[in-house]
């Protein structure tokens, strides 16, 4: 399995850094998890064939994580040609919210039929829920976004990735990331929590509670990236991909 960065960036396009959208290959899946608003133009200049993605799991419902989502669907029914069923699992209140993001964004767009289905599922909290070729495990993060925020754990190809989300520190991410094969984390801040984000001061505390058997930091600020070279942790790069 592979996974590569296509934004690892934060809401404030820190570090000239694409938001969040990571892309997801096994042998018989491929799929986003996330899209953020820069999604679109991110992925095209990763060249990805976006008519071979399965679908998208999202974490929560903020425009940096989920804001890519109405260029990617006009691009589907526009440019790519969309004809296969496309899924979005993410939290409660996902169909709705889209739709409004779409309509404020290219007007009658949420009401024109598309030429592929949109196949919704929403996140049950700590019920995992298997595919055809993968499972994903969705875990409550401390965060605010309208709708519940989530961690995820993500079987695919017998190796576990789990992914924070955005997230003030929660239990639950040990339950996301115990024993996974990568566990990637977001890291907004150095040394002052942010509200509803890790600092690197309070995530380098609980890394071993976490057993996962390696970490790579997503998501940070300008102060964080200044710092990270030298914390002796892997972070995250756009275009970066990590071999599972
Ligand atoms: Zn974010």
Not at 28 to 34: A, G, H, S, T, W
Not at 127 to 132: I, K, S
Not at 147 to 165: H, N, T, W
Request: contains cysteine; aromatic residues 8%; charged residues 20%.
């Amino acid at each position: 399995m592979e996974l590569t960065f296509i934004g690892s960036g934060d809401a404030f396009g820190s570090g000239g850094r694409f938001n969040t959208c990571f892309l997801l290959r096994g042998a018989d899946c491929r799929f986003l998890i996330d899209c953020g608003a820069t999604a679109l133009v991110a992925l095209k200049r990763a060249t990805v064939d976006l008519n071979a993605l399965d679908g998208v799991v999202l974490t929560h419902l903020h425009g940096d994580h989920f804001g890519g989502l109405p260029f990617l669907l006009l691009d589907a029914q526009l440019m790519s040609k969309r004809a296969r069923p496309l899924f979005i699992w993410g939290p409660e209140g996902t169909e709705i919210r889209l739709a409004a993001l779409r309509e404020a964004l290219f007007p009658g767009s949420s009401k024109a039929a598309l030429k592929f289905e949109i196949d919704f599922t929403a996140h049950q909290p700590g019920v995992r829920r298997a595919g055809d070729r993968f499972a994903v495990t969705p875990y409550p993060a401390a965060h605010s976004a309208g709708a519940p925020c989530f961690a995820v754990r993500i079987e695919c190809d017998g190796k576990i990735v789990a992914y924070s989300g955005d997230t003030a520190w929660t239990d639950s991410l040990i339950d996301a990331a115990r024993g996974a094969d990568l566990f990637v984390c977001e890291c907004s801040s150095f040394e002052r929590d942010l509200t509803g984000h890790l600092s690197w001061r309070t995530l380098a505390a609980r890394l071993p509670s976490l057993g996962a058997k390696r970490v790579v930091l997503t998501h940070m600020n300008p102060d964080m990236l200044a710092q990270a070279a030298q914390l002796g942790i892997e972070t995250a790069a756009d275009g970066l991909t990590l071999r599972v």
